[in-house]
């Protein structure tokens, strides 16, 4: 257990439905970062937090909306799901911002169909 | 520009065999951090290790070395006597602070099977 939470682990939706993933960091941990990973591809850096506010935006569609709540879990919101948004979506957490190395929650997998 | 190269995708040795993985960075800040992350076939990506841009010293943990060369902007990942476990997929990333705001890029990944 790396100590990030991430529910649920997998997810099955239909195209144009909604779904939020839920994030709870590492105790400590202030930073939280959304990543995305689709079938046979990198780590794409989707939004960042840091205690509450969001610090870096990556490549995240207009689709998709994060935030961090003042106990530090995180949500990733993703709308008018498509098929291409099938993909592992991966939380991270760590102490501070990008001089650390990040812990990884066990990712959810998200199927659109 | 900030950017990570892993050259190699895909990687086969078989089990016992030395294999260095490759990573090249490119950076216009002095101060940078340099990553090294495993995803096992399980899919939760573990954090290996940390460089800073100052220390250059090679560091061993097992079977595991990394080898930080500034000259060449490369951070290479060498495991030794290759295991069936260590097949996964290895990410190098690279941490650098431009205008304040940390920016962390992690290269493509190589993917590396290790055989019986």
């Known amino acids: 257990d790396s100590g990030v939470t991430q529910t649920p682990k997998h997810l099955i939706t239909a195209t144009g439905q909604r779904v939020t993933l839920r994030c709870s960091p590492r105790s400590g941990d202030l930073s939280v970062y959304w990543y995305q990973q689709s079938l046979d591809q990198g780590l794409q850096f989707l939004i960042q937090y840091y205690n509450g506010e969001e610090r870096a935006k990556g490549n995240i569609l207009e689709r998709f909306s994060a935030q961090q709540f003042p106990d530090l879990h995180s949500e990733l919101n993703l709308s008018s799901l498509e098929l291409g948004d099938s993909a592992l979506y991966f939380c991270?957490?760590?102490?501070?911002?990008?001089?650390?190395?990040?812990?990884f929650g066990s990712g959810t997998r998200l199927t659109v169909v | 520009a900030q950017k990570v190269t892993q050259a190699q995708t895909e990687i086969s040795v078989v089990e016992k065999e030395d294999v260095t993985l490759d990573c090249v960075y490119e950076?216009?800040?002095?101060?940078?951090?340099l990553f090294w992350y495993k995803q096992p076939p399980s899919g939760e990506l573990v954090f290996l290790i940390r460089?800073?841009?100052?220390?250059?010293q090679n560091e061993i943990s097992g079977r595991y070395s990394w080898n930080f060369q500034k000259s060449t902007s490369s951070f290479n990942f060498t495991i030794t006597a290759s295991q069936v476990v260590d097949s996964a997929v290895y990410f190098c990333a690279l941490s650098e602070s431009l205008s304040g705001t940390y920016k962390y890029i992690f290269g493509t990944g190589t993917r590396l099977k290790v055989l019986a």
């Open positions: 460089r800073n841009s100052f220390d250059e």
């Open positions: 950076t216009r800040d002095t101060t940078y951090y």
């Open positions: 991270a957490s760590s102490v501070g911002e990008g001089i650390y190395g990040y812990t």
